[in-house]
């Protein structure tokens, strides 16, 4: 049998045309597929607007910028998360505060972050960055309560959860980042994500000036739209090339102290056409994960992520299926024995060296620790076969009796 990877891209042919196409045509960046990507992911999201960036990180980078992160500033995240997460507050120079996960959903947990609020000054701490991990979406109604009562930015970090949605309290359902509660969200096309573009990223918000400013971030700061010149032609008329009384065509302003995260042509051309299947690539994901619960929910050995949003209506997006056993390593070990590659996440961001610089400590989170102690995500994509998933199971099963 192949090896079998926890997470893995699927190419087809139509995605192998939308590429090479592209490679034949005028643009190979900041082409007409950017804005087509764009906008597809912005109605598939149900959000006002997308930019596409480089990548996942570039675009948390980018969001902590539009949300004017500057040093010093305290923002809000959870341990259980890719670095990335708070490592975007750290390019501003802002203050990475963590707080412990929710053991049952192993989600940033509402209630300390609310505790850790409660316990400073009001205008301590100017934002959160919460994750839709694993593929969970978080309530972000509830989220965007506890923001408002101290006046704090919300970036989701989507980047597991492309498709997830949950029913607010008014019974509508909200596709986690449409931007109706959270302020701006972000997403990464890195292979193992459910759109693969080779890498790339995308921001998505309901707000026009968030928007119009991560357009000029994402290249450089600076803008060819003549609307949004700070220079008047009265300034301008003192230079050279200036004085006719017209911007001329090659005029241009760099207003902010951007960067070059821009996403190439042929990468959106891949991601859009992906896109056209992220439907059905969900609905094999869930499905995927119906036979994991079939084959561990009465398991005493084994202990699933716990959905709490049941009650109301919500869908997972299962960018990971995660299980905790009490031998992780010896399940793990296993697993490769037989050609199985299993992985964790995550090991503690506040546990990882750069952090513990920061002040961190074991114990600082409990359950955040003791979760990544019997963490491991099961493969979880849609290629996976009916019969390689069986065969996962089976020896998850061995593993567990022959203790
Ligand atoms: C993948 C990922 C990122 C970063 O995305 P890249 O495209 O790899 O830079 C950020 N946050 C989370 C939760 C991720 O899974």
Redesign the pocket.
């Known amino acids: 049998m192949k090896p079998i990877p926890y997470g893995k891209q699927e190419i087809t042919a139509s995605d192998i045309q939308a590429v090479t196409s592209v490679l034949t045509s005028d643009y190979l960046t900041q082409g007409p597929n950017i804005k087509a990507f764009e906008d597809a992911f912005a109605a598939y999201i149900g959000a006002r607007y997308a930019v596409a960036v480089s990548?996942?990180?570039a675009a948390?980078h980018l969001a902590a910028m539009a949300v004017d992160v500057k040093p010093g500033d305290k923002v809000i995240t959870t341990p259980i998360?890719?670095a990335?997460?708070a490592n975007c507050v750290r390019y501003c120079g802002g203050e990475v505060v963590f707080a412990d996960i929710d053991p049952n959903t192993y989600l940033l947990d509402i209630n300390k972050v609310r505790a850790l609020l409660e316990q400073h000054p009001q205008n301590t701490f100017k934002g959160i960055i919460p994750?839709d991990f694993a593929g969970y979406p978080v309530d972000m109604e509830a989220f965007r309560k506890l923001a408002d009562e101290y006046g704090l930015w919300i970036i989701e970090?989507a980047?597991?959860a492309p498709g997830a949605w949950f029913t607010d309290s008014k019974g509508v359902k909200q596709i986690a980042g449409n931007g109706v509660y959270a302020d701006l969200a972000i997403y990464?096309?890195?292979p193992v994500?459910h759109i693969a573009a080779g890498?790339g990223?995308m921001i998505t918000t309901n707000d026009e000036k968030l928007y119009k400013k991560l357009l000029t971030l994402r290249t450089h700061g600076i803008t060819r739209n003549q609307d949004d010149f700070s220079n008047t032609l009265a300034v301008a008329a003192g230079i050279p090339g200036l004085e006719t009384g017209a911007f001329p065509g090659w005029y241009m302003e760099m207003q902010d102290l951007g960067f070059n995260y821009r996403l190439t042509d042929f990468q959106a051309a891949l991601g859009l056409s992906q896109l056209q299947r992220a439907d059905e690539g969900l609905a094999r994901r869930i499905a995927i994960a119906r036979a994991y619960d079939e084959a561990f929910q009465h398991n005493s050995n084994v202990e699933i992520q716990q959905l709490q949003l049941k009650s109301r209506g919500f869908e997972h997006a299962y960018h990971l299926y995660v299980i905790k056993v009490a031998d992780r390593l010896g399940l793990y070990n296993y697993l490769r024995e037989n050609n199985i590659y299993a992985q964790v996440h995550y090991f503690p961001t506040h546990l990882m060296p750069y952090y513990r610089e920061q002040g961190w400590n074991p114990g600082d989170f409990p359950l955040a620790e003791a979760y990544y102690g019997q963490c491991l995500s099961l493969p979880m994509y849609p290629a996976l076969t009916t019969a390689e998933q069986q065969f996962v199971i089976d020896k998850i099963n061995q593993f567990l009796i022959s203790r």
Do not use: Q, R
């Open positions: 990548n996942g990180t948390l998360t890719f990335a997460s994750v970090d980047c597991h990464s096309f890195h994500k890498e990223g």
